[in-house]
C-alpha cells in the first residue's frame, strides 16, 4: 500500500516550458486535492476532485489544469511556465464517508521555473 | 475578509516543558478543525481532529482544544521531546464545504 505517490520529485524548468505533475492514490479515496505551497506560506488549493470526471477550481488555479479520469490519478498540468509558478507542490486525497476526514499527503514535487 | 492565523515566529521550548501553538480564524464557521505536522521536504501529516460540537481532543501526548466563541483552538504538546520539533499546521473546513483551508504553520524547536 503506497498511499499517495508523486513524480517527479524534482524538476527545472525554462519560462514558457510545459509540464505534468503525476499523482497517484491506492487508497480508494474519493477526493483528490492539489496544493501549492511557498516558503513560509500555507497551503493554497489549486484544484480538487470529488470523484472521477469531476474537477473544480480552488484558490489559485491560474496557469494550471487538471483531469480526473480515474479514481487514481490526478495529474496537474502547467502551460507557459511562469516563474511564479516556483513552489512545492503537494497531492493530497481525502475519504469523505465513514466519518474520517483526514487529508493523506504525498512527498511533494519541488519545481523551479527559471 | 478571511483568514486563518497562527504565529508566525517559532516557538522554542525545552525537553520534556509543554508546547502550547494557537490557530485563530475570522469568518470561517468551521465544522471541524484540524492539526497537522510538516518535516521539512515532506508533506503534511496529520495528527488530530476536532468538531465544532467538541471542547477538547486528546491523542496520547497531544491535546486540541476548540472554542468557537474565542474562534480559536489550541494544540498541545506535553513533556516534549526534541523528536517533536517540526511545522505543525492547523486547517478547517466549513460546514458543507469541500475545501480545507491551511494555516501558514508554526515552527517548534524543542532542545535537549
Known amino acids: 500500500n503506497a498511499g499517495v505517490t508523486q513524480t517527479p520529485k524534482f524538476r527545472i524548468l525554462k519560462i514558457g516550458q510545459s509540464m505534468t505533475l503525476q499523482c497517484t492514490q491506492d487508497m480508494n479515496h474519493n477526493y483528490m486535492y492539489w496544493y501549492r505551497q511557498d516558503p513560509g506560506m500555507g497551503l493554497k488549493l489549486i484544484y480538487y476532485s470529488v470523484g472521477a470526471g469531476i474537477t473544480d477550481k480552488g484558490e489559485v488555479p491560474n496557469g494550471y489544469n487538471v483531469s480526473r479520469s480515474t479514481t487514481e490519478d490526478f495529474p496537474l498540468r502547467l502551460e507557459l511556465a511562469a516563474p511564479s509558478q516556483t513552489s512545492v507542490y503537494f497531492c493530497?486525497?481525502?475519504?469523505?464517508?465513514?466519518?474520517?476526514?483526514?487529508?493523506?499527503f504525498g512527498p511533494g514535487t519541488r519545481l523551479t521555473v527559471t | 475578509s478571511q483568514k486563518i492565523e497562527q504565529n508566525s515566529e517559532a516557538l522554542n521550548i525545552q525537553e520534556g516543558k509543554t508546547a502550547t501553538l494557537t490557530c485563530n480564524y475570522t469568518n470561517y464557521s468551521p465544522a471541524y478543525l484540524q492539526w497537522y505536522r510538516q518535516d521539512p521536504g515532506r508533506g503534511p501529516v496529520f495528527l488530530l481532529l476536532?468538531?465544532?460540537?467538541?471542547k477538547e481532543k486528546r491523542k496520547e501526548r497531544l491535546k486540541v482544544t476548540f472554542d468557537t466563541t474565542l474562534k480559536q483552538s489550541l494544540f498541545h504538546i506535553t513533556a516534549s521531546q526534541p523528536a517533536d520539533s517540526a511545522t505543525y499546521l492547523c486547517a478547517l473546513e466549513e460546514t458543507g464545504g469541500f475545501k480545507t483551508i491551511f494555516g501558514a504553520g508554526t515552527r517548534l524547536f524543542v532542545k535537549a
Open positions: 493530497a486525497t481525502q475519504l469523505t464517508t465513514g466519518g474520517r476526514n483526514e487529508q493523506y
Open positions: 476536532i468538531r465544532e460540537n467538541e
